[in-house]
């Protein structure tokens, strides 16, 4: 009999030719929604997904089927130990270690009604970024093959994620110094004060009524300033 090529042989190409997508994201909630939507093209089709970045705690920065009470949320997980594997047992993976106010929340999104969860630690070398968890509902469920492709591919996030945190840190800077500057210019000539943050508020709504990019808009920013 002829063999079947296997379901990450098959459906990978397809995320790695989205890896240029992905990674001309600028700011890490983009990067990490974008991230997701590509994970769940080999997910069951009942799959709802989150992603969890380590900053100090470890918080819920993007979600896909979720609400988006979610966002922002402080959540502990399996995650943690930093090995991918799919998770049958909730109650003491997810739920048990949480706080009851936290657990309340994860109960309004449903997902107490979670089969299966598939964990995908993001690392680059030694640091932990955070996870990528896809969890399938009613009869779906997760196989190697799929645990194995989207850990390969969360193992592609974690450089790109660095990368990205670091262009924020410059990009706030950047944002700063120019405010300052132009600030200061403007201190010189009373009548002259607040007009470069008109001028930007102005440039950066005409922005968005013609459709710009968000690194689009920001350039406008730093244009117009």
């Known amino acids: 009999p002829v063999e079947t090529p296997s379901q990450s042989v098959s459906l ?16 890490v909630d983009m990067l990490m929604g974008s991230v997701l939507n590509h994970a769940l093209q080999i997910a069951p089709q009942a799959t709802r997904a ?26 502990t997980g399996s995650w943690k130990n930093g090995m991918p594997k799919i998770s049958t047992n909730l109650s003491s993976d997810l739920f ?27 690392r ?10 896809l969890d399938a509902y009613g009869s779906s469920a997760f196989e190697p093959a799929q645990l194995e492709s989207v850990a390969r591919w969360a193992s ?12 924020n840190a410059y990009q706030q800077l950047a944002w ?5 500057f132009v600030e200061a210019v403007e201190s010189r000539d009373f009548n002259g004060l607040g007009h470069a ?20 808009l920001q350039d406008v920013w730093f244009a117009a300033m």
């Not at 990978?12 to 700011?27: A, I, M, Y």
């Not at 048990?96 to 993001?122: C, F, H, W, Y």
């Not at 680059?124 to 968890?133: C, I, S, T």
């Open 197 to 216: 943050q008109r001028v930007t508020s102005y440039a950066v709504a005409m922005g968005r009524e013609l459709g710009f990019s968000v690194s689009e």
């Open 12 to 27: 990978e190409p397809d995320l790695f030719r989205s890896l240029p997508e992905v990674f001309s994201s600028r700011s």
């Open 156 to 167: 592609l996030i974690g450089p790109q994620l660095s990368l990205v945190s670091s262009f």
């Open 50 to 75: 989150y992603a969890v970045m380590r900053t100090g705690a470890d918080r819920v920065v993007a979600v896909k089927g979720y609400g988006i009470e979610l966002i922002g949320l402080e959540l």
């Open 124 to 133: 680059d070398r030694n640091q932990m970024f955070g996870a990528l968890v």
């Open 96 to 122: 048990g270690p949480n706080t009851p106010e936290v657990r309340a929340k994860l109960d309004t999104q449903g997902m107490r009604e979670v089969r299966q969860s598939l964990i995908a630690p993001i």
């Open 176 to 180: 700063g110094l120019t405010r300052s």
